[in-house]
Structure formats: structure tokens, C-alpha cells
């Protein structure tokens, strides 16, 4: 973590210096490259499985 703050921190030191994002864009990750690492489609999938187990459970039979 304390990687990530400071590249974080960096990041946004060259943005204000520099005026913008021109000099940096190129060294951001796409935010579909995040969600990859962040194994995004395996939360929604276990969220998908949580929200319906929780209604099955919560919702009277005759829903």
C-alpha cells in the first residue's frame, strides 16, 4: 500500500505541475485494466449471489 500512495501521490504532484494530465496520461492505467485487477467481475458475480440468496430469504414464497 504504501507503494500505491506514493506513486499516487507522484502522480498527482506532476499533474498540478505541470499544469494537466498531458505528461502523465500515458503511465494511467485504463480504468478497465482496474477493474481487471481488482477482479471486479468476481465481486458483481459473488454480489449477484449474495442479493439473491438475501431476497430468497427475506421475500415471502408467493414473490
Not at 504532484?13 to 481487471?36: C, M, S, T, W, Y
Amino acid at each position: 500500500m504504501a507503494i500505491t500512495a506514493f506513486v499516487l501521490q507522484e502522480t498527482f504532484r506532476r499533474i498540478i505541475a505541470d499544469g494537466g494530465v498531458q505528461n502523465v496520461h500515458k503511465d494511467i492505467l485504463p480504468v478497465d485494466e482496474i477493474f481487471r485487477i481488482q477482479k471486479m467481475e468476481e465481486a458483481k458475480a459473488a454480489e449477484a449471489r449474495f442479493l439473491r440468496q438475501t431476497l430468497n430469504r427475506c421475500l415471502p414464497a408467493r414473490f
